[in-house]
């Protein structure tokens, strides 16, 4: 399957970067020039610009000064750039914080922050709403028929959340319209505990460090909320837009695993998913961790809507603001690059072109260092990006044919981040579907991570680890799955909750029971070293593995046992458990585990779907197989993040080592059949 470009009349991998050309317009006559030979000679086709221009752009209040942009519009056409052209809102000028104080956002505490940094601006203020749809509209309406026009790039990285009287009210307006009644919120919220029932709307307040953070459900339809309101300011800015520019994709740039938004929510207003990747390389052995789970965020931001993604940020050499601004080693910047493309990217950007000669980020990474040539280590690692590039256009568009989902769902996070119980503060939701993640990409398989209550029709595997939350229809949704032939395979802490954080009656795992045929009445929170084990008892195996931190125990009511406990007063009791259901089987892994047990597993049940990795042979241990296909041709991509060589077989069986590529230390190839 081919997805269309995501530029109308662009069928090509966007190499681009971050440019900030208002920070040298004082030097534009020479700097400028200076930057359009370099981005050439660098292999670059886009640049970002506009994104944190506001100041520039309108010095005072309705007065635009927009020639700087127009100069460098056009200089990006006549050069043959693609601009990615952003809206100024991630960053307000200090003359709209001075004359509008009520524009600055107010923090858990009640407390009005002051101007600077950034994401600090009031969703819910009407002067701030105007103030962003008046520079938007202008900008829409001064460059929509310009050639170089090709994305819109919405604010920057939304995050953060404002607790003002006017979000406080919004709030307020967002739970009547979800509850109607007090007395529905009270029972979804459980409010007679601790005496908190509220007979009054505006008695309800969002969630504070101070003292009102009480209840759960409190806490998740404050997230939820918030998540609302980036999704209806993103509508707000987006609406000039696209009235004037239609055929204008939008955007803005996602943060993969940021807790504070539901992006599964958010990415339905998205025409295409982007986001930052700023993996913390090591160039050691270490890599092979950093390497799955730079692919895991990958995977997790395709997933969004399935279909190729925008890599917006990333960086080609120390991202200054990590703990350890650790330089790119030879070839680490292509394998970075390369990865993005094997899991879905169709776009290769970077922050920043030009080092800033100043600021917060003036030390970061840059395709052009402050010695400002192209004679510099890392500019060259560009440019070979660049010229690789060139010849990948049958990528773009590309599918990723993935039978696999593993669900990682924000608001499921949420409600095990704020369990009071199991391990408190560890309860590792996020660590945990990473765990399932590693045995396919260990063994190249492709794997969809969605939400979940996203279609599941496409796969023939659905794993959701730890579905603590059942959401509305998403339990019948798996029925349907497994009745229709689907694998399902969920773990220990499933089905606790519903959608407001109550607990289920009469059982768990609640609506999933009679779906995996077993009743789990207690979970054992195991010491830091303490350990039991899963005895194996399928002929494959007959192995014993470690458990440890979560040990449930359950009661077979239909569902047949595969392994039991080893140790402790619940020895011998079930410890793995499958059940038949319709055409197909869900499985029932009670206890956390170790690689070793995963790895077994999802080779069983692989073998069972009949899914095959990408390559017959095993693969070395650090390198990792992904595949796309655009309808005529598979594009396979072998990636080493081992600091020591690799052979990987291309023989079309197990036994078949007739062709093998030797892939240096980090180094990556794509093969085309």
């Known amino acids: 399957m081919r997805f269309p470009p995501i530029m109308r009349n662009n069928p090509h991998i966007l190499h681009g970067s971050d440019y900030n050309p208002e920070q040298w317009l004082k030097w534009k006559d020479t700097i400028w020039k200076e930057d359009m030979r370099l981005a050439k000679l660098a292999g670059l086709n886009s640049l970002t610009a506009g994104v944190f221009s506001w100041s520039t752009l309108e010095p005072e209040e309705g007065v635009y000064q927009v020639t700087w942009l127009d100069e460098v519009m056009d200089m990006l056409a006549e050069n043959g750039f693609t601009a990615v052209l952003g809206t100024p809102s991630g960053a307000k000028p200090a003359w709209l914080s001075k004359k509008y104080p009520e524009v600055l956002r107010v923090d858990d505490s009640r407390q009005r922050i002051l101007h600077g940094d950034r994401h600090n601006h009031c969703l819910s203020s009407p002067v701030y709403r105007e103030k962003t749809r008046a520079i938007n509209t202008m900008l829409a309406e001064r460059y929509k028929d310009h050639r170089a026009l090709g994305v819109w790039h919405i604010s920057n990285e939304f995050s953060g959340e404002c607790h003002c009287p006017l979000c406080q009210e919004r709030f307020r307006s967002f739970l009547k319209n979800k509850y109607t009644t007090l007395d529905a919120l009270n029972t979804a919220w459980w409010t007679a505990f601790w005496s908190h029932t509220y007979t009054e709307w505006e008695q309800i307040e969002s969630p504070s460090s101070r003292g009102s953070a009480g209840h759960n459900g409190l806490r998740l339809d404050w997230r939820r909320f918030t998540t609302e309101q980036f999704v209806d300011f993103y509508l707000h800015e987006t609406a000039p837009l696209k009235s004037i520019t239609p055929g204008v994709p939008c955007t803005t740039n996602l943060m993969a695993t940021y807790s504070g938004i539901d992006y599964a929510r958010f990415a339905e207003v998205l025409d295409v998913v982007s986001w930052d990747s700023y993996p913390r390389w090591t160039s050691t052995d270490a890599d092979k961790e950093t390497g799955m ?55 290769i950007q970077y922050f920043q072109f030009r080092k800033s000669r100043g600021g917060p980020e003036q030390f970061h990474g840059a395709v052009v260092d402050h010695e400002g040539s192209e004679n510099t280590r890392v500019f060259k690692d560009v440019a070979e990006v660049g010229a690789y590039l060139k010849g990948l256009d049958g990528l773009v568009g590309a599918d990723t044919p993935a039978k696999v989902a593993l669900v990682y769902d924000y608001n499921v996070r949420w409600a095990l981040d704020d369990a009071k119980g199991f391990l408190q503060q560890k309860t590792g939701y996020e660590q945990t579907v990473l765990d399932h993640y590693r045995p396919f990409w260990t063994r190249g398989i492709p794997v969809d991570i969605i939400d979940s209550k996203q279609r599941y029709d496409k796969y023939d595997v659905l794993i959701a680890p730890m579905l603590y939350m059942i959401r509305e229809g998403v339990a019948e949704r798996i029925r349907s799955f497994v009745e229709e032939g689907g694998l399902f395979v969920t773990t220990y802490s499933a089905g606790y909750v519903d959608e407001t954080a109550l607990a289920f009656l009469g059982g768990f795992p609640g609506p999933l029971k009679d779906i995996l045929g077993v009743w789990c009445e207690e979970i054992d929170a195991l010491f830091p070293g303490e350990q039991n084990t899963i005895e194996w008892t399928k002929d494959t195996y007959k192995r014993s593995y470690k458990a440890f931190d979560l040990c449930e125990l359950i009661h077979l009511r239909g569902a047949e046992a595969l392994g039991v406990y080893g140790g402790d007063f619940y020895a011998g009791r079930p410890a793995v458990t499958v059940n038949a259901c319709g055409k197909g089987k869900a499985y029932f892994i009670a206890a956390r585990t170790g690689d070793d047990f995963l790895g077994d597993f999802y080779k069983e049940i692989t073998a069972e779907a009949g899914i095959q990795p990408i390559l017959a042979n095993p693969l070395p241990d650090g390198v990792t197989a992904q595949i796309r296909n655009n309808g005529m041709e598979n594009y396979i991509f072998l990636m080493n993040f081992s600091s020591r060589e690799a052979g990987v077989s291309l023989g079309s069986s197990a036994k078949d080592n007739a062709t093998v590529i030797t892939l240096k230390p980090f180094e990556a190839r794509i093969i085309v059949e």
Request: with cysteine; aromatic share 6%; hydrophobic share 35%.
């Open 293 to 347: 789970h730079a692919s895991y965020c990958h995977d997790l931001m395709r997933g969004l809507k399935q279909k190729p993604f925008m890599l917006m940020e990333s960086c080609p050499s120390a991202t200054n603001w990590q703990p350890v601004s650790k330089l790119r080693r030879p070839a680490v910047h292509k394998l970075q690059c390369i990865q993005a493309l094997a899991h879905g990217a169709d776009t």
